[in-house]
């Protein structure tokens, strides 16, 4: 592999991370969004998957984002008589985000990102030295 397709690698693998930090921050901002209706269902997490694609152009895997899924898992509920939304035993349907777990997977898209960032800036470094040896 040269240091381009090694650059073009690693942004892809940026822009991999940067999809998934969104999906997080989207999370995170909705951790304690109730039913928006009596009998509704508050906000359900979002997933992100990826996948490796050959661009046979470079003859190259990169990153691409397989699907943006939802998290079935059950919704916390929250005891809460006094709330239009409750049901009959006075308990609310809270989203099934979990802030602690946003918080690592935002920690290491963090950590990827700048991984892939270090790769490029190193790729570049030597495409530099490179060139001022051919100087």
Do not use: H
């Not at 822009?15 to 969104?22: G, M, S, V």
């Amino acid at each position: 592999m040269d240091l381009i397709s090694a650059i073009d690698v690693a942004a892809s693998g940026m822009r991999a991370q940067t999809a998934r930090i969104k999906i997080i921050s989207e999370n995170m901002a909705n951790v304690d969004s109730g039913p928006t209706r009596p009998g509704g269902e508050p906000y359900r997490r979002k997933t992100i998957s990826f996948k490796n694609e050959l661009d046979r152009g470079t003859n190259t895997n990169k990153v691409k984002v397989a699907a943006i899924g939802v998290d079935n898992s059950p919704f916390r509920t929250r005891f809460d008589p006094g709330s239009p939304m409750a049901d009959d035993k006075g308990y609310v349907q809270m989203p099934n985000v979990n802030s602690l777990i946003e918080s690592a997977d935002m920690r290491e898209a963090q950590r990827s990102y700048e991984a892939n960032l270090t790769a490029i800036e190193t790729s570049r470094n030597m495409i530099r030295s490179t060139l001022d040896l051919l100087r």
